[in-house]
């Protein structure tokens, strides 16, 4: 099955700064990319996805990039805010297939 | 639309008792995904239904955990009988299959079991 291995587990960056989380996945098959965004005691929601033929995808502070070759992906977020402290996940699934296996997880903390 | 509705939100327990979660999927939604969330296993699917039939149940850690789709508003899952291990938060996720996989999760049962 899938595996998918994310890093750093924690981050902690300047509110200002970028921040850079990283994926990897193991099954060449996998096509589609989520990122979820957990606040403390809330439900994971959805922020930011990629599908395997685009390479990489905006959307105003945050995007994805994708490298199908060497089966990794990443959250880019810039200008970060304190909202933006938060655990961040990112997922992978195949081809008509809804099934997402999900990585560990970074805490992003963000220091005012 | 209320999202997807799970109840109860905490449930405290003793070993070896039943335990029964239950979700109601967004209106209109064909998937509905168990998850379940802990510190040291991150987030787990358990088993997932598409048009209220079990299509992958390879989570699901052993038999004494069982879920049920009786129609396309409801599902359950059960622990039975329950240990201090299943102790987590477990969350219901529902989406429509067409050409977006985006999944809506509940707020989440929180279950301890001492």
């Known amino acids: 099955g899938e595996n998918v291995e994310q890093h750093p587990s924690t981050l902690s960056v300047q509110e200002g700064d970028s921040a850079v989380i990283k994926c990897t996945y193991s099954d060449s098959a996998s096509n589609y990319f989520p990122w979820y965004k957990q606040e403390l005691g809330k439900r994971p929601q959805l922020i930011i996805d990629i599908r395997s033929n685009v390479g990489e995808k905006k959307d105003q502070r945050i995007a994805v990039t994708l490298n199908k070759t060497a089966k990794h992906f990443s959250l880019h977020i810039t200008e970060t805010q304190p909202e933006d402290s938060a655990v961040y996940f990112c997922?992978?699934?195949?081809?008509?297939?809804?099934?997402?296996?999900f990585g560990t997880g970074t805490r992003l903390t963000i220091i005012p | 639309d209320a999202g997807v509705i799970q109840s109860p939100r905490h449930e405290v327990t003793e070993m070896g008792q039943e335990v029964t979660l239950r979700c109601k999927p967004i209106s209109g939604h064909n998937s509905l995904f168990w998850y379940r969330q802990t510190m040291m296993r991150g987030l787990e699917l358990l088993i997932y239904f598409n048009n209220n039939v079990p299509i992958d149940d390879s989570g699901m850690p052993e038999d004494r955990f069982s879920a049920k789709m009786p129609n396309a508003s409801f599902s359950t899952l059960k622990i039975q009988p329950s240990e201090p291990r299943d102790s987590a938060v477990y969350f219901c996720?529902?989406?429509?299959?067409?050409?977006?996989?985006?999944?809506?999760f509940g707020p989440g049962t929180r279950l301890t079991v001492t």
């Open positions: 997922a992978a699934s195949g081809f008509g297939n809804e099934k997402l296996t």
């Open positions: 996720a529902s989406s429509l299959q067409t050409d977006s996989y985006e999944q809506y």
